[in-house]
């Protein structure tokens, strides 16, 4: 097995670790000197948000491999391989039980010798006559210790699908071709503090992954939340790209967006080089709080520069220090940082080096 880097959370999900951040003063000119504000970077794209908000999660899908960043786990952490071995068999044992339609699930290979350590269900398919019994198919697992960082980083691969039949020497030379591929483009995840120029994806403000070609697509999903207590302050961000030939579904997408019109007026803002339509609402039940929506109007099947991006949050000025709660309204909060969010200098490398 080739050497793998890794993510995930035993207690739950998968995981990377909260940057320190790169704080700095907000640049707005209407906004300077009053925020104390912290950059986030987070796929191809930046943003800067008020010094009380952190990532609470972000969810990435690449080609071969799924990541969720929640956070760190250290390697004092005594009992972590027998937790996640244990995690890993929880979460098919569904699969084992009988009765289901997959019944004859079973770990195909597991490996704790290795770094990564590694685990691979092979999923029964050939119980039920369905469009699923003419494949073999395969969940991978994976924990990795970074020895430098004193952290294990775990992740799930991509599910491993081939036809049936095939002869046995021929699955596993298959199957071994396909760990390979994921094993290499785990490997490519770097420890990489932000701010930085170099192409590739953010995980988070400490961690980047760069494949070193252009992958099929993006799609990644990413919350904040603020640590005021109490506070219900939150910004979520959907990032999708459709290729050339998904109009429809892309327009699909937009036009549920769009209905927004009907019950509320829109500004237009420019965010991450992409006009669209932002809604603002009060919250009835807090005064100082705004909820928003922002859709974008120009996003373009097979134009990379331009996918779904699709925001929501809400914001409470509520959660800013005493003295500035009465100089900065929810609405200027929004604008300055949606004006904020951009695609990170370097990230669009790959785009501008394979783009056809």
């Known amino acids: 097995m080739k050497g793998v880097k890794i993510f995930f959370s035993i207690c739950c999900a998968a995981l990377v670790l909260q940057g320190c951040g790169h704080i700095s003063k907000n640049k707005d000119a209407g906004m300077n000197n009053k925020i104390l504000a912290q950059k986030h970077c987070f796929g191809r794209y930046e943003v800067e948000l008020p010094n009380y908000m952190f990532m609470y999660s972000g969810n990435y899908s690449f080609d ?32 084992m039980r009988k009765g289901t339609s997959s019944y004859g699930s079973k770990i195909a290979h597991q490996d704790m010798k290795s770094n990564p350590r590694v685990l691979m269900e092979y999923m029964e398919t050939t119980n039920d006559v369905s469009s699923l019994s003419s494949l073999y198919m ?39 071709r396909k760990l390979d591929s994921q094993m290499d483009d785990i490997n490519k995840i770097t420890y990489k503090p932000y701010p930085h120029y170099a ?3 953010c995980l988070d403000n400490e961690y980047l992954y760069y494949s070193g070609r252009l992958e099929k697509r993006d799609y990644y999903h990413m919350v904040w939340h603020s640590n005021v207590e109490n506070s219900k302050t ?6 999708e790209s459709y290729d050339k030939g998904e109009e429809d579904k892309l327009e ?4 549920k967006g ?17 006009k669209g339509e932002l809604y603002i609402s009060r919250d009835s039940s807090t005064p100082s ?5 922002w859709i ?50 370097g990230a669009d490398e790959d785009i501008q080096m394979f783009r056809h």
Do not use: C
């Open 289 to 293: 709080a705004r909820e928003f929506q």
């Open 258 to 274: 769009k209905l927004l019109r009907t019950f509320f007026s829109s500004t237009t803002v420019d965010v991450g080089g992409i």
């Open 199 to 201: 192409p590739g994806y």
């Open 138 to 176: 395969f969940r991978t697992f994976y924990l990795k210790e970074v020895t430098e960082r004193k952290e294990w980083l775990v992740i799930d691969g991509q599910g491993i699908e081939l036809p049936r039949p095939m002869p046995d020497a021929q699955l596993r030379q298959q199957v071994q």
């Open 296 to 345: 974008p109007g120009d996003s373009e099947a097979g134009n990379r520069m331009k996918p779904l991006i699709k925001i929501a949050g809400r914001f409470d000025t509520h959660d800013l220090p005493a003295e500035l709660r009465d100089k900065v309204s929810g609405e200027e909060l929004i604008l300055w940082i949606l004006e904020s969010l951009k695609m990170r200098k």
């Open 64 to 95: 071969n491999f799924r990541v969720e960043v929640v956070r760190a786990v250290r390697t004092d952490y005594e009992t972590i391989e027998k937790d996640w071995v244990r995690y890993v068999k929880n979460t098919i044992a569904p699969d």
């Open 234 to 239: 939150f910004l979520s961000v959907d990032v």
């Open 252 to 255: 699909s997408r937009i036009s």
